[in-house]
């Protein structure tokens, strides 16, 4: 990449490019926008976002248009901005009602994106929830959760519902998860996971399964839960062969989970396992080049993945090549 960034965002377009935006590196907070082209694997700049942000989130909508959200820059921010893929510009959207960082989006059925908790000013931990609707281009505030978090996952089930895990409040590390109802717009709690964690990581499987994998809880986790939304139930999977958080988590064509990178009691990870969701075992692959984590992993249209950035002031991309 052109600038060395973590804690950034990248975001496959629907015309198989991958968008990298904002992160931070050792020169400060960014606002600079890279594009990956496929077919010459070559990084091109396109246009900055409006405000210098990381620890964002970045969703595509229905439209193929891209929606980055909150994020830090010393200041907690509101804003939020769209990426037309068509014309390369960004235009500001409406502000969020409250600022939040380290937060998360997801997008629902009906298009509307669903953003949960996160860190906003003077050190408040949220439970608030809102939705930002493509077709007014405004936030609306929902049912707050129960449990106010961030560092948190949430990951859309087949049912429609949101499933939100974990996360860290008061010095504590969450293991109380709770489901949203777009049609009520309310949440419920459910049955806890087995490990309290946060800076862990959230899947859905191809059966429509839920694979939480790795965190921290005062110890860095090796452990593996799945999540079953018929039964509601947790139970635990094998465990990961390296205790790693921050790290990234694909889902492959063919259903295997690959998991690259993050951090440990040894510091920055370069390696990577697959599990298989089959036996529920996990295999150690090649390790990547560079180790980093606050990276991000993409699968790419033709089925391969890149890896991008890191902590500490990474700026190569690399590719693992999916045989």
């Known amino acids: 990449m052109k600038n060395a960034r973590?804690?950034?965002?990248?975001?496959?377009?629907?015309?198989?490019?991958?968008?990298?935006?904002?992160?931070?590196?050792?020169?400060?907070?960014?606002?600079?926008?890279?594009?990956?082209?496929l077919p010459t694997r070559m990084w091109?700049?396109?246009?900055?976002?409006?405000?210098?942000?990381?620890?964002?989130?970045?969703?595509v909508l229905a439209n193929g248009q891209?929606?980055?959200?909150?994020?830090?820059?010393?200041?907690?921010?509101?804003?939020?901005?769209?990426?037309?893929?068509?014309?390369?510009?960004?235009?500001?959207?409406?502000?969020?009602?409250?600022?939040?960082?380290?937060?998360?989006?997801t997008v629902l059925p009906n298009g509307k994106v669903l953003v949960t908790g996160g860190y906003s000013n003077n050190g408040n931990i949220l439970n608030s929830s809102e939705l930002y609707d493509p077709s007014t281009r405004t936030w609306t505030i929902t049912g707050s959760m129960n449990i106010r978090r961030y560092y948190h996952s949430a990951s859309m089930l087949m049912n429609g519902k949101v499933l939100v895990t974990g996360?860290?409040?008061?010095?504590?590390?969450l293991s109380m998860s709770e489901l949203y109802d777009p049609l009520t717009q309310t949440w419920t709690i459910i049955n806890n996971m087995n490990n309290a964690r946060?800076?862990?990581?959230?899947?859905?499987?191809?059966?429509?399964?839920?694979?939480?994998?790795?965190g921290f809880n005062n110890n860095y986790l090796n452990s593996a839960e799945l999540y079953d939304p018929l039964t509601g139930t947790w139970s635990i999977t094998g465990n990961m062969n390296y205790a790693r958080m921050t790290h990234t988590v694909s889902i492959l064509r063919n259903g295997t989970i690959i998991v690259t990178g993050g951090y440990n009691s040894s510091g920055q990870l370069n390696s990577a396992e697959f599990y298989n969701p089959t036996t529920r075992q996990w295999t150690i692959t090649n390790f990547m080049n560079d180790k980093r984590y606050y990276h991000t992993a993409?699968?790419?249209?033709?089925?391969?993945?890149?890896?991008?950035?890191?902590?500490?002031?990474?700026?190569?991309?690399?590719?693992l090549f999916i045989s």
């Open 198 to 214: 946060y800076y862990h990581k959230a899947s859905i499987l191809i059966d429509g399964q839920v694979l939480i994998t790795g």
């Open 298 to 319: 993409s699968v790419l249209i033709e089925g391969n993945v890149l890896v991008t950035g890191g902590r500490d002031n990474v700026n190569s991309t690399e590719v």
């Open 66 to 105: 891209v929606l980055v959200t909150g994020g830090t820059n010393g200041n907690t921010l509101m804003s939020t901005e769209l990426y037309d893929p068509l014309t390369g510009i960004w235009t500001i959207a409406g502000n969020m009602n409250i600022g939040r960082f380290e937060h998360t989006a």
């Open 44 to 59: 091109t700049t396109t246009n900055n976002m409006n405000s210098r942000r990381y620890y964002h989130t970045a969703t």
């Open 167 to 173: 996360g860290y409040v008061n010095n504590i590390a």
């Open 6 to 37: 973590w804690a950034h965002t990248a975001t496959v377009l629907t015309n198989g490019k991958v968008l990298v935006a904002g992160g931070t590196s050792n020169i400060g907070v960014l606002n600079n926008v890279e594009l990956y082209d």
